[in-house]
Structures are given as C-alpha cells and as structure tokens.
C-alpha cells in the first residue's frame, strides 16, 4: 500500500491543478441606451426628490390597508410559497453536487451461519458441516476530477440555484403587483359604485320634479318616461359595478393566501384611493437591468447552460476513479478486527468512453445548441424588460395629463347639471338640458374616477417595471408530515 501512495498524491495534485474543459462564463454585452427614450415623460415637474427605489415601494402611497394586504401576501401566498420551494430544491441539489468533489465513504457489516448438507459434504459430522463468517469493512470511492468534469456540474448547478432565487423575488414582483394593483381597481369600483348611486339619487330628485309638474298638469307623459329611463339606466350600472367589487375583493384574499370570504367585511367599507407619489424615476437601463430579477434570471440559467457544455465535453476524456477498501474478515466475531483478519483494497479506475465518441459529442452539441437558446432568451428578456418600462412610463405620464382634463371635465359637468335644474326649475330650460346635463356628469363623473385609478395602477406598474421596492422576503414554510 504504501507503493500506491506516491501515484495517488500524485493524481490528486493534477486534479486540482487541472483545468476544466469546456467554455467559461462570460456575461454578455449588449448595446445599452443612456436613458429611457420616454424618461422625459415622468410625472416630475415639481422639483421634489423620487422615492428609494430600493425602498418598499407601496409605502409611498400611505395607505395602512394596502401595507398590511402585501405584508400578508408576502408571507402567505402560495404561488410565493411554489416558488420558494422550488429555491429550496435547487439549494438541496447544489448541496448534493458539491459532495462529489469529495470521497464517498460508505461502511457495511455481514454475519452469516450455514450448514451444508450429508450429500454435500458426506462423511462429515453435523458440526464439521457448520460453517460461520463475520465481516466488517470501509469503503471509499472518489473520481478524480481532472478534467472539470464535477466541477462544472457544481458551477451549473450553483447558477440554477441562483436562478431559482431570481425566480422568487420575480414571484415577489408579481405578487405584490397584483395585489397592489387589485386594491387600488377595488378602491377605484368602489368609487364609480359612489358615482352611480349618487347620479342616481340625483335623477331621483329630477324625476320626482318632473312627476309633479305632471301631476299638477304643466308637464308631459313624455317628459316623464324620459326621465324614469335615464333613471333606470344609471341604476342598471349598479350591479355590475357591485360585482366587480365582489369579484376583486375575493381576488385579493386569495392572493393573501386566504378563502375568497375573508376580507368581505373589511373592504366592503369604502376609502378614498391611494394618494399618487410626488415624483417617479426609472433611472437608466443599466440600472433597470441590474434590478430586474426576471433578467437575473435568465442570465444564470445562461451560465448553468454554459457549465454543461464543460460537463458534456468531459466526456471526451479519461474519468479517473480512486477506490479503497479496508476490513476484517473472521469465522468468529472474537478475531475480528484482528491484525490477522485485515483485508484491503486499493485501485485505480479509468472510464474513457473514446469508443462512443458519437453520443459523447451528439450531447456536447446539444448541450451547444441549449445554451445558445438560453443566450438568446436572456437577450429577449433584457428587450422585454426594457419594453416594459418604456410603456409604463409613457402610461403612468399620459393618464397624469388625462387625468387632469378629466378632473376639470367632472368639476364643470357638475356645475352644469346644477345650472340645469335651477333653469328648468325657473322655466328658461326644457327637462332635455336637465337630462343631458345630468348624462353628462354622470359620465365625466364616472370617467374621472377610472382614469384616476388608471393614473395610480399606472404608478404600480411603473414601479414593477422598475423592480424597485422588492424585499428579499421568504414567504411561511410550512412542513410536510412524513411517516
């Protein structure tokens, strides 16, 4: 044993100093922008500084029911929960590979008594034919990673599990979008809902104007159908909108990991919706890209990729084994681990799979070919992400320029109706001003409060194509019973 010493320091020393064949990682370049082309038309024209991107961005809106939806989302959700435990998968597999750079030991232990038979052994007696063997021993089996073989599985392996993470703070960015988003619609219904039932009671009022005068002989029958079906009309949004309501309030409880029924109660009380923050930035692509964690991940699941070309082209080479054995054999559990019962086994192994040249590089080229597709699908996510934030911020910046016009449409409809009414009421106006006027805000009114939810939700996804304001959070592990 003591001969095999020197070759085997010998082979380790190569294995560490060797090189891994197949192609390092090196991230792409790509031609980047300076600035968003559409930068110039943030919503920033008073001087105040933007929010910490890196800050959780549904603070900047101030609204304590919001804060607490995404909190419990962030803890709760199950696709969140999927996520992480696809991260804790990739995380168990890395932790397996890494061991392959080490021996592997494993011990064992056999005890056997047998008798063999008259026919077997005849002339014997019974004891002569008894026959009893013990044996414990060690065994050690490590490949010599001299061609990078293992160390390559390790590298892809450690960007798969780093993709994996990347896949759930883009789980997180998801979420708390939709939740975010879901809250401000709810708001935003709620809001339309108070518009309609307020017009309503409105051409209540106008109705039962217009049923007097008809009673009292100064108006028409037809007056009177005009104004029951503009009446009617308004009343027929009702419904709808209130299923709305319904529908995105069991939305939000399940995205918080709850039944659809449980935050009924709470949210049925209507609240003004969230204030828009002062002052939005996407700063430059360079910055969007290091931020984004769908672009994250695409560009580490580029270099698991590029490891199994290494991986794959190991093959063309020699794999060295290292085997030991040590143990003790006896027919009596009195002499083992006796100097006289000491077995051992040391051997080197060589694998070369040179005859099967073809498969090795068929997969060498499929392991080429996907890791060309991934180069592809990072360079598509990157276009993407830089997609997704020049039309957010061209949104967010037009539905603040609408939303303006819209506010002063829905203040003048307002005064309007109300100057109808006191004509009609003095008689220098027909109930057809009073109804168009009443029309008229009624759909400014409406107009106004959805494109001010727009204005908002518009500032959410602004905030989810910057990726800003997203905590490195794990949702609630709960176990799994075992048997």
């Known amino acids: 044993m003591r001969n095999l010493k020197l070759p085997a320091v010998a082979l380790l020393t190569l294995a560490l100093a060797a090189c891994a064949v197949g192609p390092d990682y090196v991230r792409p370049t790509l031609a980047m922008p300076d600035k968003f082309a559409r930068g110039d038309a943030e919503a920033a024209t008073d001087g105040t500084a933007a929010p910490d991107p890196a800050a959780e961005f549904w603070r900047n809106f101030n609204d304590p029911t919001l804060t607490r939806l995404v909190e419990e989302s962030l803890g709760a959700n199950h696709d969140l929960r999927i996520a992480l435990a696809n991260y804790d998968r990739a995380n168990a597999l890395l932790r397996g590979a890494k061991f392959d ?56 392996q450690r960007a798969d599990t780093w993709a994996s993470a990347a896949d759930l703070q883009a789980m997180q960015v998801a979420i708390v979008g939709e939740v975010a988003r879901s809250y401000v619609e709810l708001r935003g219904l709620q809001e339309r809902l108070r518009v309609a039932r307020e017009n309503a009671e409105n051409q209540q009022e ?52 709850q039944t659809p029924d449980s935050l009924v109660a709470e949210l049925d009380q209507a609240a003004p919706l969230p204030a828009l923050p002062a002052r939005l930035d996407a700063g430059t692509p360079g910055e969007l890209l290091r931020r984004r964690p769908d672009v994250a991940a695409a560009e580490h699941r580029l270099h698991a990729a590029t ?176 048997n």
């Open 206 to 257: 106008t109705l039962r104007l217009v049923q007097a005068r008809f009673d009292a002989g100064r108006g028409t029958e037809f007056d009177t159908a005009r104004a029951r079906a503009q009446l009617e009309a308004t009343l027929a949004r009702v419904p709808n909108l209130e299923a709305q309501v319904a529908v995105t309030q069991h939305r939000l409880a399940v995205l918080t990991g």
């Open 307 to 482: 490891a199994r070309i290494g991986v794959a082209t190991a093959d063309l080479f020699p794999r060295f084994t290292l085997s030991g054995l040590i143990g003790s054999q006896a027919i009596d559990t009195s002499a083992l681990f006796e100097r006289a019962s000491e077995t051992r086994l040391v051997a080197l192994g060589i694998d070369w799979s040179f005859l099967d040249i073809g498969r090795v590089r068929s997969r060498i080229k499929a392991a080429d070919a996907s890791a060309e597709g991934e180069l592809a699908r990072y360079q598509q996510s990157v276009l993407l992400a830089l997609e997704d934030t020049e039309n957010a911020l061209v949104r967010y910046a037009r539905a603040r320029v609408e939303d303006q016009h819209l506010e002063r449409a829905a203040q003048d409809s307002l005064k309007a109706a109300k100057l109808a009414r006191v004509r009609y009421e003095a008689g220098a106006a027909d109930l057809f001003e009073v109804l168009d006027a009443e029309r008229t805000q009624l759909q400014a009114q409406d107009a106004f409060a959805d494109g001010r939810t727009r204005s908002v939700t518009g500032a959410i996804a602004l905030y989810k194509a910057m990726a800003g304001g997203w905590p490195a959070r794990e949702p609630v592990r709960e176990g799994v019973a075992r």
């Open 101 to 156: 750079r080490f021996p592997t030991i494993t011990g064992s232990a056999t005890g056997s008594d047998t008798r063999s038979s008259s026919d077997q052994m005849p002339g014997t007696d019974n004891r002569g034919r008894d026959n009893e063997s013990y044996s414990a021993q060690a065994n050690v089996s490590w490949e010599l990673d001299v061609f990078g073989r293992v160390r390559r599985n390790v590298e892809s």
